[in-house]
């Protein structure tokens, strides 16, 4: 079949133009001139114009300069973070206020989601202290850093010769444990309970550095992430879903394996008779009296660890801010730990802050930070009325194995420790960086100084406001992106665009509304995206051909997430 002229002349036009524009960059950074700036925007190709926005991004940068902020030991770590920005223009344009509505594509991290920033930040807060060893990229290896002790030695580093019972640990348990430990190059073991993708995160960036990882996940999960994560050599626990206050919640569940590995050291002998057994692990039975420690285990406890929400005001705020230019009038993002809502609504406001004393924010509003919640979660409460609690929770409605949403990752039946910072009043100074300050308090750093000449300006929270979204209006609002936006998403990037989208329609006129899309829908074609499931949970599948009232139905978003008609 022969392609007619006008594809491929358009097609031939479209390359020519890329590459044009490429040597023109090109040409502009061989001339010196630093300060050079091609903007560009369509609404025809955004695919085309991520990367052209990269190209020219890579040929702004000087080549000393790209060996020193993108080059980075292990190369999965080097693909983590500037993610593009994309502006959606069929669904800004559903609205009369000219909102734009843009959405951070964290799903082009190397391991398809953000979760990749929090991940790297534990694990490098956990070897700077001493929880894990050194990564074998490293100057001194995994060996050089690990505890060899014997029973002569004082209490703390005793190993006893007793024989340890592990019989109260379940078989599947044992063999996630001894999976994780054949796996480790360095004797570390990184253990988190998760929803699937920090865990995926965290095998990944463990898997360069040499550490051995244990994941305990829910069983509400979709099965391709338990078998990416096996497949990456993770020993997978999998557990009923439950409530926080259940020894069984996966949680739990990660923080008692932790207790087995590095307190009771019920692992080192089968660890030491494995290191034995192999002739390439360099040791020897130089040991007679006791087994060695060699083990390090570090619990990552994403929901608690302030080094996960941390990561996101480092990165991915300032990220969003220089590619909007500073004008970023709200974000709105649901919330599993509460590290990215946080994080980069903490840097938002912090950055208003610091732009209202230059002069700079004076046409415009503080940022709203606006959650997005999924049914059966207590945050939304929290912050709308400061009570955690939702109706699910109800005495006659709580189940056994709670399944209250089909979305993945996000809400919560309590409030950790990110997320609590973000419903705490933080006192905001112009020119300061007040929440900055807030957070190396927490973690007793103390590294930002309080200007005493700036007066308080105002004290607020950094989570303004809270959206119910249901799970029927999430499945519409991924099959309409995926038709008009030709984004295929997960479950907990549908609820927040359908959060934007609802955020937007109020917004004043010329605001920028950004979101952002946590994963591609490939993971979710056991759940989300297949048809039988969706229609079992008593959901309706959009778009079928053989009902088409409904369908066009389907296609009325605005009314589907109750915002009111289109209007022309």
């Excluded at 990229?137 to 002790?149: S, Y």
């Excluded at 609690?389 to 990110?418: F, P, V």
């Amino acid at each position: 079949m022969t392609t007619p002229k006008s594809t491929r002349y358009s097609s031939i036009a479209l390359v020519g133009a890329s590459i044009i524009m490429v040597a023109a960059a090109i040409k502009v950074k061989k001339s010196c001139i630093a300060s050079a700036h091609i903007h560009l925007e369509t609404e025809t190709d955004g695919n085309l114009l991520c990367w052209i926005r990269r190209v020219l991004s890579s040929a702004s940068a000087s080549r000393d300069d790209i060996n020193q902020t993108r080059i980075v030991k292990g190369g999965y770590e080097s693909l983590i973070g500037n993610t593009p920005l994309i502006y959606l223009p069929h669904l800004s344009s559903l609205l009369n206020n000219n909102v734009k509505i843009y959405v951070k594509m964290e799903n082009m991290n190397p391991g398809g989601t953000g979760k990749d920033r929090a991940a790297r930040s534990m694990i490098l807060a956990a070897e700077s202290k001493g929880e894990l060893p050194r990564p074998l990229n490293d100057d001194m290896n995994g060996a050089d850093d690990c505890h060899v002790q014997n029973e002569s030695q004082s209490q703390d580093g005793t190993c006893s010769k007793q024989s340890i019972d592990n019989s109260n640990i379940l078989p599947d348990i044992q063999v996630a444990i001894k999976i994780a430990l054949g796996n480790t190059k360095t004797h570390g073991i990184v253990i988190e309970g998760t929803s699937g993708s920090t865990g995926i995160a965290l095998a990944s960036i463990s898997s360069s550095r040499g550490h051995g990882v244990i994941v305990v996940m829910p069983d509400d999960q979709s099965s391709q992430k338990r078998e990416f994560l096996e497949r990456l050599g993770c020993g997978v626990v999998v557990v009923k879903n439950c409530s926080i206050s259940n020894p069984g919640h996966y949680v739990n569940v990660a923080k008692q394996i932790w207790e087995w590995i590095e307190v009771e050291r019920k692992f080192d002998g089968w660890y030491w008779k494995l290191l034995l057994a192999d002739k390439s692990s360099g040791v020897g039975n130089t040991i007679a009296n006791g087994t060695p420690r060699l083990i390090k285990a570090a619990f990552m406890n994403q929901f608690e660890n302030l080094a996960n929400l941390h990561s996101h005001y480092m990165s991915t705020g300032p990220e969003i801010y220089e590619q909007l230019n500073g004008e970023v009038d709200a974000f709105v993002m649901s919330a599993g730990t509460g590290g990215t809502i946080v994080g980069v609504g903490g840097y938002f406001k912090d950055q208003w802050w610091l732009d209202r004393k230059k002069g700079s924010t004076q046409q415009r509003s503080p940022p709203r930070i606006v959650l997005v919640d999924p049914p059966g979660s207590s945050l939304y409460n929290k912050v709308k009325f400061g009570v955690a609690y939702a109706s699910q929770m109800s005495e006659q409605k709580l189940r056994r194995h709670r399944y209250d949403t089909l979305a993945e990752g996000i809400g919560l039946d309590r409030i950790t420790a990110n997320f609590g910072l973000g419903c705490t009043d933080i006192t905001w100074r112009c020119g300061d960086k007040s929440f900055r300050r807030t957070i190396d308090a927490v973690l007793n750093e103390n590294t930002t100084k309080i200007s005493t000449n700036e007066q308080v300006a105002e004290e607020s929270k950094i989570i303004d406001d809270a959206i119910s979204i249901t799970d029927q209006q999430a499945v519409y609002v991924a099959h309409y992106l995926l038709r008009h936006e030709g984004l295929f998403i997960g479950s907990s990037s549908a609820m927040n665009i359908a959060g934007a989208l609802i955020t937007a329609s109020s917004m004043p006129s010329g605001s920028n509304v950004v979101t952002v899309v946590c994963d591609g829908g490939q993971r979710h074609t056991s759940r989300f995206w297949n048809q039988e499931f969706i229609t079992e949970w008593g959901l309706k599948w959009p778009g079928r051909e053989s009902d088409r009232k409904n369908s066009a139905e389907d296609e009325n978003i605005l009314k589907v997430l109750g915002i009111g008609e289109r209007q022309a």
